[in-house]
Structure formats: structure tokens, C-alpha cells
């Protein structure tokens, strides 16, 4: 069941509760996989030239661990998703995971491809899910 009150408190807004989606979809990326495939057959990929060999080459940054607040937010998001309709679900995550670790927010026209409507279309219904699920948070509906 959701504590309404933390959440409130949490989020203060329907701005801040977008964010609160936003930053769930980046504490998912951190997140361990559930069903990791490379462990089944995994072989370390070795350079061909051996003064790359020590270190000297291109370094790939990965994210670091999910922190105890960004779980937090992951966990308060996942029951936050169960007060919305299944179709405003599916909407609000993709935008989450499209806007996360992106300066210019979700990629509309994407997202509109997947739920087969208009980029604006798309826009709209969000911002109507995320209303509507302040107005529950809100007045407890």
C-alpha cells in the first residue's frame, strides 16, 4: 500500500513527481539485471596490441551502483505505478526511461512510434497521467 503522506512530502508537486519517475528510470539502469546472458558463455575481450594491454587504451565509464535515495525513488515509483491505468503506465515509463540521463527530456517521437499516436499526442496523454496521479496522491482517490 502507498504511504500518500511520504509522497506528498517526497515529490511536493506534479513537477517534482515527473522527476521522481526520471530519476527511478536512472536508478533502474544502475541496477543489477535480473538475468545477466553474458555470464553463459563470457570470454574477455583481449587487445590485439599488447602496449594497449596495460590500461593505456580507450576507458569505458560505466555508472556506478544505485544509491539508497535512488532506490528509495525506484521503490516509491513502482507503487506509485499501480495506481495508474496499465496504457499511462506504459506511457509514463517510457518517458522516464527516455528522459533519464537526457538534457532535452523524452524523446516524444519515439515514444509516439511505440504507442502508435502523434508526438504531441504522446506529450499530452503523459502530462494527463501525471495530473491524474497527483490528483490521487493528492485527495487520496
Known amino acids: 500500500m502507498v504511504d500518500l503522506e511520504r509522497v506528498r512530502e517526497r515529490v511536493g508537486d506534479e ?7 526520471i530519476d527511478a528510470a536512472v536508478a533502474e539502469r544502475k541496477m543489477p539485471r535480473a538475468y545477466d546472458l553474458r555470464v553463459r558463455g563470457y570470454w574477455p575481450e583481449v587487445p590485439g596490441d599488447k602496449n594497449l594491454a ?37 506511457l509514463v515509463w517510457a518517458a522516464a526511461h527516455s528522459a533519464a540521463r537526457r538534457h532535452r527530456g523524452p524523446a516524444w517521437r519515439r515514444i509516439a ?5 502523434h508526438p504531441q499526442t504522446a506529450k499530452r496523454r503523459f502530462d494527463r497521467a501525471i495530473l491524474g496521479l497527483w490528483y490521487k496522491i493528492l485527495y487520496g482517490c
Request: aromatic share 8%; proline share 6%.
Open 54 to 90: 596495460y590500461g593505456y587504451g580507450e576507458v569505458d565509464v560505466r555508472p556506478g551502483p544505485a544509491s539508497v535515495r535512488e532506490v528509495g525513488a525506484w521503490d516509491m515509483a513502482i507503487e506509485l505505478t499501480a495506481l495508474l491505468e496499465p496504457d499511462d503506465a506504459k
Open 15 to 21: 513537477v517534482g513527481l515527473r522527476e521522481l519517475f
Open 113 to 117: 512510434e511505440k504507442m502508435h499516436c
